[in-house]
């Protein structure tokens, strides 16, 4: 099975984050970054397919230079190759055009499986894989769990609210989103990061991939939200303030 | 004619709240822009739940039926919408952001050469739509550019639908029957199941400490479990605690857990993501511990204490146990 894993380079879970000056996006400077969680979960998926079935994995990501980071992580946990797309305005760039980038890039390689992650940790818009498998012309199933091959195409785990599921069953090619918890991940051998400085990076330039870049949505001010209810800070040591809140709890919530 | 079109969703034969919601919110933009609202309920047999929201005042409810849209799937909804919105060209399409509509209305916008703002939070005059950025620290404020419908989909709990208003007569309910083939239905959709057995039920529970990626290890789990029986409260868990099976999947809360209303929730190293919110925030008082000042688990919390999570909850054993003595 031939598998493309679209992949997110996202700020890191604990990162202070602080809104830039032009209120757009938030400050980039000092900032960590790391796999989108969601993304890793596409990534071992793929990897488990491969192992099960046979053949190749391809990592594809856009966004600017400091996502080879993130691929080379891919790379080192097993992935066979990447497609870079060098894009330093992926943030102008609405969910349909970031799809369109993604779906270019995938195209010539005919995949028999489209993978990504649900949704992004930072814009958790949660539509570039529903989008590229649109404009892929691909059948899709979101929030997946569990993956499965069979004679006519897959069998797959589709989580529902409130701890329902549902198997669908549809043929491939097709494109899935893959909602994190339904695998363990693995880490990088030292073995598969020495081999990933070896693995091919195709290097492509947003430019040439013929998109339209131009938004259909814009994001036009990011803030800080208001707060929903006014927060009693219990200070002091761990103690006081644990001495605190059992009196808060017991005399003034009076729950306790 | 320029509209706001709400499609409503159904879930087990009755209209969704989140739908009502949906309404709602498509029902505040109709005054604010001053357009007419029309509803639509997609199925193979739509007919009394369009009776339903024809007593809402609203312009008409659009029954779009065939036999094909009978189990959701997102080829028969994306082509069954496409055909009325092109059809009917509202500038305004309103949804619930529900898993369903997650599914196949970013393809839908997409196949109109546009883009869904998913997930709003609020509306404001311009339309100015906001969505939370970052697992809820920051706020985005998105406007729609260019021309086509501009496709929103609402957060559950977002727009209060609690009074059903009664329109002055009932809204005028129209057929629409799509063009579909069952070739170009790709999916076969199977029967929703349960995940496992639920023996804990933590929606009557009264009293919650639950743990979220603070705890950091497996081996610590015991520290909250500890605080748990000193508190004789039920143990809870965010999502990643559940995923690492920490803790069973039945001990999960937020969107794709359960939902829980207690007098007391006690979230322990729980950063406050979205999908973690809409699980507990009906809960009557609210504690968050979390070592992150800024975490957004602070503007739903009542009391909070900054700190480190392996100091302070061993503290507050000690001082539930004193108190309890």
Same mark, same amino acid.
């Given at each position: ?20 000056a ?41 966004g ?8 080379r ?59 590229? !498998?649109? @404009?892929? *012309?691909?059948?899709? +199933? ?9 004679e #006519?195409g $897959?069998? &797959? ?8 599921f ?16 339904g695998?363990?991940?693995?880490? !990088?051998? @030292?073995? *598969?990061?020495?081999? +990933? ?9 947003? #430019?040439? $991939?013929? &998109? ?30 644990? !001495?605190? @809140? ?11 | ?21 949906a ?13 007419p609202?029309?509803?639509a ?20 409810v659009?029954?779009?039926?065939h ?8 080829d ?19 949804l ?82 799509p ?40 081996e610590n ?105």
């Amino acid at each position: 099975m031939k598998i493309v894993v679209a992949i997110k380079q996202v700020p890191e879970r604990d990162a202070q984050v602080r809104i830039d000056a032009a209120a757009k996006w938030i400050d980039e400077t000092g900032l960590q970054y790391a796999l989108n969680e969601s993304d890793a979960y596409a990534l071992e998926e793929a990897l488990q397919l491969k192992e099960k079935h046979g053949g190749e994995v391809i990592v594809v990501s856009a966004g600017p230079e400091r996502v080879g980071t993130t691929i080379r992580e891919a790379l080192a946990k097993g992935a066979d190759r990447a497609i870079a797309i060098d894009c330093n305005d992926l943030g102008a760039r609405d969910a349909l055009g970031v799809a369109k980038l993604l779906a270019a890039a995938i195209k010539p390689e005919n995949p028999d499986l489209v993978l990504t992650g649900l949704q992004s940790e930072d814009l958790g818009l949660g539509q570039t894989g529903v989008i590229v !498998a649109e @404009l892929l *012309g691909l059948p899709h +199933a979101t929030l997946i769990l569990h993956v499965e091959k069979t004679e #006519a195409g $897959l069998r &797959v785990k589709r989580e529902l609210e409130e701890g329902w599921f549902q198997t669908i069953e549809l043929p491939t090619p097709a494109a899935l989103t893959i909602q994190s918890g339904g695998n363990k991940l693995r880490y !990088a051998t @030292l073995m *598969g990061i020495k081999r +990933a400085k070896t693995k091919e990076v195709r290097q492509l330039a947003a #430019a040439d $991939l013929g &998109v339209d870049s131009a938004p259909v949505v814009l994001l036009e001010q990011v803030t800080l939200p208001r707060k929903q209810k006014s927060t009693q800070i219990l200070p002091g040591t761990a103690k006081e303030a644990a !001495a605190a @809140l059992v009196e808060k709890l017991k005399f003034e919530a009076r729950v306790l | 004619m320029s509209s706001v079109l709400v499609v409503m969703e159904q879930r087990a034969g009755r209209i969704a709240r989140i739908g009502w919601e949906a309404l709602a919110a498509g029902q505040r933009m109709g005054s604010q822009l001053g357009l007419p609202v029309s509803a639509a309920i997609v199925g193979a047999q739509t007919e009394s739940l369009a009776a339903e929201i024809a007593t809402r005042p609203i312009d008409k409810v659009v029954c779009v039926e065939h036999p094909l849209l009978a189990h959701y799937t997102a080829d028969g909804f994306t082509l069954a919408l496409q055909q009325l919105i092109q059809t009917k060209t509202p500038a305004y399409v309103v949804l619930p952001h529900t898993y369903q509509v997650r599914d196949y209305a970013p393809a839908l916008a997409a196949r109109l050469g546009q883009v869904l703002i998913g997930d709003v939070v609020a509306i404001a005059d311009g339309p100015v739509f906001t969505r939370q950025l970052l697992q809820g620290r920051l706020n985005g404020n998105y406007r729609h550019s260019g021309s086509g419908p501009c496709f929103v989909s609402v957060q559950a709990g977002a727009f209060r639908a609690e009074i059903p208003e009664t329109g002055a007569r009932p809204a005028e309910m129209i057929p629409f029957a799509p063009t579909i083939e069952p070739n170009q239905i790709r999916t076969t959709p199977g029967e929703p199941f349960r995940g496992s057995a639920q023996t804990v039920d933590l929606g009557s529970a009264q009293l919650i400490v639950s743990v979220g990626r603070g705890i950091k290890e497996a081996e610590n789990i015991p520290l909250v479990q500890d605080l748990a029986k000193a508190l004789g409260a039920e143990l809870a868990a965010s999502r990643p605690i559940c995923d690492n099976c920490w803790l069973p999947l039945e001990r999960q809360v937020g969107s794709s857990g359960q939902t829980v209303s207690p007098k007391l929730y006690l979230a322990v190293g729980i950063s406050g993501a979205i999908q973690h919110l809409v699980g507990m925030k009906g809960s009557q008082c609210v504690v968050a511990i979390n070592k992150d000042p800024d975490a957004p688990i602070f503007e739903v919390a009542d009391y909070g204490i900054v700190g480190d999570l392996f100091e302070v909850i061993p503290a507050l054993t000690e001082a539930v146990k004193a108190a309890r003595q």
